[in-house]
């Protein structure tokens, strides 16, 4: 049973990190020569991410509310083992169980660099078996430094294929999403989710002037957020997905989600690597599967 005792006990580090309760719930506080952070063990959920000197990267919405079993709104949820709605099981949780249980810590490390090594695995449970009835295991890795790096490992541990779907459904931070144009996607065919799912392509850079929901397909490349106000790019590279998602509420849905604050939309872009849709990925016996991005930022 980890506590913060006996987490601080055998994972904290000085200079990089230690452990905390925030509304009952344990969180793991990074603080080295290169960022500050920090990661909720209830669903590894990466919560902050600010290098040095920087505006934060990684956005955590002003009205974000930690509560045993409920999903934070902002940061880097992790969605597994499917993403959005379950297949056919429409009581199931969207977007998976792993961002709202329990997740165990199972190494920290300083790394030569002066960034942080931190290892979680999800702890399985009788409600999650019943929703999941399959021998895997989940790990995420993060490493918090000059960039941030994650990596999500689903190991086939049974002797039958599984096949999952997942996303780092990471929310960016920026200036002002009206003067903000994601680059990398040009060209992407995708789903139009707030238009009756039609099938579009992407005409050069993505810009937000109203509720966006896409999926868009084939995508490797890496993607730029680009932030003229705060004279900066942010850098996404990923393996693992050929997926990715697009998102902003806007106004009327955000005051609908009541967790993301007055004017929240305003100010993120959800840009998630993903395996969604049919971009889902089968995983023989004894196989893994990872999902890996870097999240940089560069001048602008
Ligand atoms: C996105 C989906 O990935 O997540 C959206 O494409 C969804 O449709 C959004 O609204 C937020 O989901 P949730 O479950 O965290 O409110």
Not at 179 to 191: E, F, K, N, R, T
Not at 250 to 259: I, L, Q, T
């Amino acid at each position: 049973m980890q506590t913060i005792k006996n987490l601080n006990a055998r994972y904290a580090i000085a200079n990089h990190v230690s452990f905390k309760e925030s509304d009952g719930l344990m969180v793991a506080e990074i603080d080295n020569a290169h960022a500050t952070a920090s990661i909720c063990l209830q669903g590894a959920h990466l919560m902050t991410w600010t290098p040095k000197g920087q505006q934060p990267v990684i956005w955590l919405s002003p009205a974000a509310k930690l509560a045993p079993g409920k999903s934070i709104r902002g940061g880097v949820p992790v969605c597994w083992p499917w993403f959005g709605p379950h297949a056919t099981q429409s009581n199931f949780p969207g977007h998976g169980f792993a961002r709202t249980v329990m997740w165990e810590v199972i190494g920290t490390r300083a790394l030569k660099d002066g960034a942080t090594w931190l290892a979680f695995r999800l702890v399985p449970t009788e409600a999650t078996r019943a929703q999941w009835p399959h021998s895997c295991e989940l790990v995420l890795q993060v490493a918090i430094g000059t960039t941030l790096d994650m990596d999500l490992g689903t190991l086939n541990t049974g002797s039958t294929p599984i096949t999952i779907g997942d996303a780092l459904h990471a929310y960016f931070a920026v200036s002002d999403i009206a003067q903000v144009a994601i680059h990398g996607l040009g060209g992407a065919p995708y789903i139009d989710k707030v238009n009756g799912s039609a099938q579009k392509q992407q005409a050069g850079p993505v810009s937000i002037d109203q509720e966006v929901d896409r999926i868009y397909y084939n995508t490797g490349r890496d993607c730029l957020i680009e932030d003229p106000a705060w004279k900066r790019r942010i850098r996404i590279a990923k393996l693992g997905s050929r997926s990715t998602v697009v998102w902003n509420p806007w106004v009327e849905k955000a005051n609908k989600m009541g967790d993301l604050g007055e004017d929240g939309y305003h100010h993120m872009v959800c840009v998630e690597s993903t395996n969604a849709a049919d971009d889902v990925m089968t995983i023989a016996p004894q196989q893994e599967h990872h999902l890996w991005v870097r999240y940089a930022v560069e001048a602008f």
